[in-house]
Nanobody, 125 residues
Framework: QVQLVESGGGSVETGGSLTLSCVAS???????AGWFRQFPGKEREFVAS?????????YYTDSVKGRVTISRSNSKNTVYIQMNNLKPEDTAVYYC??????????????????WGLGTQFTVSS
């Protein structure tokens, strides 16, 4: 299992954009990957996933569709998420994870172990 480190958080104004990065400790070309977020006092929720192949299929939760793009670079062992038209309700800690089974990313992520520290960003109104 690779270890993942998220980065790129910060503060942004409503309507702004941000790209988060998730760098893995090893090769990720055999892993599907996803981004998740956790609001204060709430459980972690799924945001987006991408299958392992370069140009792989993507899937988004309804609340971010049209505003978020997940991508990956297997050569850089990195998964990205670009978020546009940010809203205050996007304020959260964002995490990434990778797993050989895409179902675990989309449906069973609550059972995934070894989460990173995440990266926080705040959208100001």
């Amino acid at each position: 299992q690779v270890q993942l480190v998220e980065s790129g958080g910060g503060s942004v104004e409503t309507g702004g954009s941000l790209t988060l990065s998730c760098v893995a400790s090893g090769a990720i070309d055999t892993y599907d990957a996803g981004w998740f977020r956790q609001f204060p006092g709430k459980e972690r929720e799924f945001v987006a996933s991408i299958s392992r192949y370069s140009g792989g299929s993507t899937y988004y939760t309804d609340s971010v569709k049209g505003r978020v793009t997940i991508s990956r670079s297997n050569s850089k062992n990195t998964v990205y998420i670009q978020m546009n038209n940010l809203k205050p309700e996007d304020t959260a800690v964002y995490y990434c994870h990778a797993d050989p089974n895409l179902h675990h990313i989309i449906q069973d992520f609550r059972n995934l172990r070894s989460w990173g520290l995440g990266t926080q960003f705040t959208v100001s109104s």
